[in-house]
């Protein structure tokens, strides 16, 4: 059944609004927005779909959305929602087609000076070493088994193969690999589609991108993440390609076949779900584990190919360029986390969709090395403006399930970015801003032109007033890679 009626939206505070609960609805909504963000937010069903998620069985406290929220298939990209293990569920719609589409940022020893007239160079030398754009497929071929083995062991596969370093491991979250990953859940046509895609960037909104820290704002936290002003630093966005998406694929169809038979009642047919302790729950989720697992073993080949060409582009040596992983973080992804909920410890399956994980300091889940500071969290911008990292905080813990935003957010569709753009070079605008942009098509630009988003500092700065996570350091775009 469709909701009817139009939704009821109270302002609580500068930073929250709520959705009271109505007909159907287990737990309101909660929004994390501002006046100007919450008035383009209303311009899309995104708070239909806060409303809707709230109707799920097994959710608790509230339907979260963050400031960069926009429509998405079920939930809202930028939705959060956290279920009850024993009478919740899972939804495919709730983790999103790219299973952990993820960011990772890596610190080098460079500063401005040593780049600035090298920046093309650079740009050129990246865009022709990583394979990227609808399809691609990257130099690494994999076998049924050798794959099997990407999806149960995820990053680890690749350092074990020669492609990064242990170090790695312990700056990505989880460290790489959720362990309940079973390759024997997903279908042929899902490691088909695998086998030729590991080690690409992908298209859309992912990109590789060489940036420069513009401003701290926490010295203490940008100390352990060893960053300093006018640093080089290298973001890598990218996902689980066409393995995840069909991954996902396959278990929204599989989902929809049985939804008639397990008595759950849906405000959208997009929420399709499984009780998380039913067969169909379990198999997803070890089916989403391999794409998560895909995802890491993928921005795991990727640095290691990135980190190689700047050594040669720069004549430089390992030591000399330092490109360390400061931390990678999942975007889209379901994980049984524990949270205290009034007051006891218990163990939940939070959805984080277009979402960031943001842990406090002490964390176990915290990396030892940031851990009396906190979780890196990372949130990139669009391609002209800038990008953030940020620290995760208590009270993030307390309001979110330790979560927060995860980009600027969409404002415009894709077709509308393109049609705004006819006549205009996009590449020539970029380089006017001194940003060096390179792309498999103009239609890739034009689909990613900076005004298609919303801007990244209005949105940070709604997590950072509402204290869900705060903020380290800004960065400024010099070239990026699209796919």
């Known amino acids: 059944m469709e909701i009817k009626g139009k939704l009821t939206i109270e302002k609580v505070d500068d930073y929250h609004f709520k959705i009271p609960c109505s007909e159907g609805m287990q737990v309101p909504g909660l929004i994390y927005a501002n006046q100007k963000l919450i008035d383009d937010i209303k311009l899309d069903e995104s708070l239909r779909q806060v409303a809707n998620v709230a109707h799920l069985p097994g959710i608790i406290k509230y339907s979260l959305a963050m400031p960069d929220m926009h429509w998405g298939y079920g939930f809202p990209i930028g939705g959060v929602a956290a279920f009850d293990l024993e009478e919740g569920i899972i939804s495919p719609g709730g983790v999103g087609y790219d299973i952990n589409c993820g960011c990772r940022i890596l610190r080098t020893d460079l500063t401005l000076p040593d780049v600035r007239d090298k920046m093309r160079q650079l740009v050129t030398a990246l865009f022709r070493g990583i394979p990227s754009g609808v399809g691609s497929t990257g130099k690494i071929k994999l076998n049924v088994n050798e794959e099997k083995r990407v999806l149960r062991k995820g990053a680890r596969w690749a350092v074990e193969k020669g492609y990064g370093d242990m170090e790695d491991l312990e700056r990505t979250e989880d460290k790489g690999v959720m362990e309940d990953a079973d ?47 006018n640093q080089i630093v290298v973001s890598i966005h990218s996902g689980s390609r066409g393995f995840g998406y069909q991954v996902c694929d396959d278990f929204i169809k599989a989902m929809l076949h049985k939804t008639g038979k397990m008595n759950i009642e849906l405000p959208d047919r997009q929420l399709v779900c499984a009780y998380l302790k039913s067969e169909m729950g379990k198999k997803y989720y070890a089916g989403m584990a391999c794409a998560a697992n895909y995802a890491w073993a993928n921005r795991e080949v990727l640095t290691h190919w990135t980190r190689e060409i700047l050594e040669k582009t720069l004549n430089l040596s390992p030591g000399d360029l330092n490109m360390n992983l400061v931390y990678d973080v999942c975007h889209n992804i379901a994980k049984k986390e524990v949270h205290t909920i009034d007051g006891k410890e218990r163990k939940v399956c939070v959805h984080r969709k277009g979402a960031t994980r943001a842990f406090p300091a002490g964390h176990q889940d915290v990396p030892k090395v940031y851990r009396e500071v906190g979780q ?65 098509g103009r239609a890739t630009l034009a689909e990613e032109i900076p005004e298609a988003y919303k801007d990244v500092s209005d949105v940070v700065e709604v997590v950072h007033q509402a204290g869900i996570s705060k903020k380290v350091a800004k960065l400024k775009p010099l070239g990026v890679v699209k796919g």
């Open 183 to 229: 390759p024997e859940v997903v279908s042929q046509r899902a490691l088909e589609r695998g086998r030729n895609q590991l080690g690409t960037l992908g298209s859309g909104n992912h990109f590789l991108e060489i940036g420069v820290v513009d401003e701290i704002y926490d010295q203490e936290a940008a100390r352990a993440f060893d960053l300093f002003e």
């Open 376 to 440: 890196p969290v990372l949130i990139p911008g669009d391609m002209g403006r800038c990008s953030y990292v940020l620290v995760g905080t208590e009270k993030a813990m307390e309001e979110t399930f330790g979560s927060t935003c995860h980009g600027a957010g969409r404002l415009m569709s894709r077709t509308k970015a393109k049609k705004s753009c006819r006549g205009r070079s996009i590449a020539q605008e970029m380089e006017e801003r001194g940003i060096v942009v390179m792309a498999e």
